[in-house]
């Protein structure tokens, strides 16, 4: 079956403007998770939805960063005036319920902002 | 606050020579611990979960064991083909379902 997607897989930007980043979850799994890796680093929590809620989002940095998943499958991580330190790696992973279920994750989208 | 430490950062190894990486983690009451294998421009693969001290997992020339407050991955024999990157993380029993990850340990084994 097919694994985690996300798309665009490279995505450049210009400091300040808006961008989306998409995951396609495997189907059937409830829990989604979103990562941000930057170089030689190992993935940074910032957010955990249970079916269409988010249920931790302790990890986002501040307030230009927010996610949807309004029916419980393809998550969207959106964020607003974009900064250049917002340049990394951003993964989706995925899971058949929470807690320690296995993750599995995506490719991840490459994200540069100019 | 919950922490996950890897040592060393960096590991090169000849093929056939075994050795361990290090996963060191402070955290409120552990509900689980992960291995993960991840290579250039991919996201990571699970590996193991490790849920009390002195549980052991095995596959292939990998090895997860788990104290209370260390995990070490033990790689018997390598071949160069595991050449990748090695994450651990946790989750706490408090902390809801967020996943703390360690910096990783690059391993290159040389043929």
């Known amino acids: 079956g097919a694994g985690v997607s996300q798309t665009p897989s490279n995505k450049v930007t210009e400091k300040g403007k808006y961008v989306e980043l998409r995951c396609d979850p495997i189907?059937?799994?409830?829990?989604l998770y979103w990562y941000r890796q930057s170089l030689g680093q190992g993935p940074e929590f910032l957010i955990y939805?249970?079916?269409?809620?988010?249920?931790?989002d302790s990890g986002l940095p501040n307030d230009r960063f927010f996610a949807v998943r309004p029916e419980g499958s393809v998550s969207t991580l959106k964020i607003q005036r974009t900064e250049r330190g917002d340049s990394a790696v951003y993964l989706c992973a995925s899971s058949l319920g929470p807690g320690t279920d296995t993750q599995y994750f995506g490719p991840g989208t490459r994200l540069t902002v100019l | 606050e919950d922490q996950v430490t890897q040592s060393p950062e960096a590991l090169r190894l000849q093929e056939g020579e075994s050795s361990s990486l290090n996963c060191s983690y402070t955290?409120?009451?552990?509900?689980?611990l992960f291995w993960y294998r991840q290579d250039p421009g991919k996201g990571p693969e699970f590996l193991f979960t490790?849920?009390?001290a002195g549980e052991e997992k095995e596959k292939e020339r990998l090895k997860a064991t788990l104290t209370k407050k260390e995990s070490f991955l033990h790689i018997t024999a390598p071949k160069p083909e595991d050449s990748a990157t090695y994450l651990c993380?946790?989750?706490?029993?408090?902390?809801?379902?967020?996943?703390?990850f360690g910096a990783g340990t690059r391993l290159f084994v040389k043929a």
């Open positions: 939805f249970q079916g269409t809620g988010a249920a931790d």
């Open positions: 955290v409120s009451g552990l509900r689980g």
């Open positions: 189907s059937g799994h409830t829990a």
């Open positions: 490790l849920y009390s």
């Open positions: 993380a946790v989750q706490a029993r408090t902390g809801g379902f967020k996943t703390i």
